[in-house]
């Protein structure tokens, strides 16, 4: 994850998890950002997407 973008590191404790989320908030790019990666995770994590890639496994797996 990036210093600056869609999403924050935080430690697994909740003041690290509030600073982060507060920070994020008050980031004017944050919410374009995340839509932009949203969209991108829709198409890579699509059905189809997701079919195509387990249906070449399976070609690898049969030689074919």
């Known amino acids: 994850v990036p210093p600056i973008g869609a999403g924050r590191q935080a430690a697994p404790e ?3 998890v509030a600073r982060a989320a ?3 908030a008050l980031d004017d790019t944050a ?3 995340a839509r932009v ?3 991108r995770l829709r198409e890579e994590l699509g059905p189809a997407r997701v079919a195509e890639v387990c249906e ?3 070609r690898e797996a049969l030689g074919a």
């Open 22 to 24: 507060v920070e994020l």
């Open 14 to 16: 909740p003041a690290a």
């Open 31 to 33: 919410r374009s950002a």
């Open 37 to 39: 990666l949203g969209a």
């Open 56 to 58: 070449g496994w399976y």
